[in-house]
């Protein structure tokens, strides 16, 4: 009895021992390939965009002023994030990078997609059938990347256009609503942000300036449109509109192109229509100047 005992006891030390030297044991490296990034080339550098595609028109972009411009097929001002989308492959991380040799191996030889960024070149092959990334050749190299940057230059073009109804730099300092059907009446609403404050141009109004910058944070300070399409301006058409002073003195006009089931607003010197949902449309032009009910 005692004989088992002691087995007993020695075979639960080995065991504790085994436990320790398996726990404490080195761990085998396991080699991991570092990803490849396809260029170091800053994208706030590249000044043209150039996207050419089999049986499509292609599509050119163009920065001035560090504003992006579409300038083919049509012109129009462009988006940030769509434009950041488009750049994006170039920071790319590739799992492998080839030599170029047979271009048919990866699709090269007749791409989906060619890419032109200032004199830089991209062009894209085939799916991996494997793991679905992407092979792409720049500067006589081939990379596999994620097939996501593709997709971004192939989105269509009216999702390309910005969504803002001010371009960059264009800040507000003032509105003018007079020229609305809810302001028309009373001598219209004119309103100006000077030295911090509001100062509003309408009879018989009580204006809060808490209620005011809360209402201008909250509606135009968000403003993004659903969708937003080119269209052309025609000067014989009177709609309801207003105009927005900005800092620089400009003034913008806008013409309210309809209001049910939702808001268009059209800003002619573009040549770009915006569609904002009903009751965005209410909010943005029915500021809170305490005028009588």
């Given at each position: 009895m005692k004989s088992r005992w002691i087995l007993n006891l020695v075979l639960l030390v080995l065991v504790a021992g085994i436990v320790l030297a398996l726990q404490y044991a080195p761990k085998p490296k396991t080699e991991v390939a570092p990803a490849v990034t396809v260029s170091t080339i800053d994208p706030d550098k590249i000044h043209k965009i150039s996207i050419e595609a089999p049986a499509k028109a292609p599509v050119e972009l163009e920065k001035r002023d560090d504003v992006w411009y579409l300038t083919q097929p049509y012109a129009a001002r462009a988006g940030v994030n769509p434009v950041n989308q488009m750049l994006s492959v170039l920071h790319?991380?590739?799992?492998?990078?080839?030599?170029?040799?047979?271009l048919s191996r990866f699709g090269l030889d007749h791409?989906?997609?060619?890419l032109k960024l200032d004199d830089e070149e991209i062009t894209f092959g085939t799916l991996n059938p494997v793991n679905g990334m992407q092979y792409i050749g720049y500067r006589n190299s081939v990379?596999?990347?994620?097939?996501?940057?593709?997709?971004?230059?192939?989105?269509q073009v009216v999702e390309m256009l910005?969504?803002?109804?001010?371009?960059?730099?264009e800040e507000i300092a003032g509105f003018d609503f007079s020229h609305l059907e809810q302001w028309e009446e009373g001598g219209g609403l004119k309103m100006s942000l000077e030295g911090g404050k509001w100062k509003v141009e309408?009879?018989?109004?009580?204006?809060?300036?808490?209620?005011?910058?809360?209402w201008f944070a909250d509606s135009w300070g968000t403003l993004i449109a659903l969708s937003v399409e080119p269209y052309k301006p025609n000067a014989k058409a009177k709609y309801p509109?207003?105009?927005?002073?900005?800092?620089?003195?400009?003034t913008i006009h806008f013409e309210k192109q309809g209001e049910s089931p939702e808001l268009k607003l059209a800003r002619p010197d573009e040549g770009l229509l915006y569609h904002f949902p009903q009751d965005v449309g209410f909010q943005i032009l029915n500021p809170p100047v305490g005028a009588p009910k």
């Amino acid at each position: 009895m005692k004989s088992r005992w002691i087995l007993n006891l020695v075979l639960l030390v080995l065991v504790a021992g085994i436990v320790l030297a398996l726990q404490y044991a080195p761990k085998p490296k396991t080699e991991v390939a570092p990803a490849v990034t396809v260029s170091t080339i800053d994208p706030d550098k590249i000044h043209k965009i150039s996207i050419e595609a089999p049986a499509k028109a292609p599509v050119e972009l163009e920065k001035r002023d560090d504003v992006w411009y579409l300038t083919q097929p049509y012109a129009a001002r462009a988006g940030v994030n769509p434009v950041n989308q488009m750049l994006s492959v170039l920071h790319a991380n590739s799992v492998d990078k080839f030599d170029v040799g047979d271009l048919s191996r990866f699709g090269l030889d007749h791409p989906a997609l060619k890419l032109k960024l200032d004199d830089e070149e991209i062009t894209f092959g085939t799916l991996n059938p494997v793991n679905g990334m992407q092979y792409i050749g720049y500067r006589n190299s081939v990379f596999l990347v994620e097939s996501k940057y593709a997709e971004a230059l192939t989105i269509q073009v009216v999702e390309m256009l910005d969504k803002n109804l001010l371009k960059p730099g264009e800040e507000i300092a003032g509105f003018d609503f007079s020229h609305l059907e809810q302001w028309e009446e009373g001598g219209g609403l004119k309103m100006s942000l000077e030295g911090g404050k509001w100062k509003v141009e309408r009879a018989n109004t009580k204006p809060v300036q808490d209620d005011i910058n809360a209402w201008f944070a909250d509606s135009w300070g968000t403003l993004i449109a659903l969708s937003v399409e080119p269209y052309k301006p025609n000067a014989k058409a009177k709609y309801p509109s207003f105009d927005i002073k900005l800092k620089n003195g400009k003034t913008i006009h806008f013409e309210k192109q309809g209001e049910s089931p939702e808001l268009k607003l059209a800003r002619p010197d573009e040549g770009l229509l915006y569609h904002f949902p009903q009751d965005v449309g209410f909010q943005i032009l029915n500021p809170p100047v305490g005028a009588p009910k």
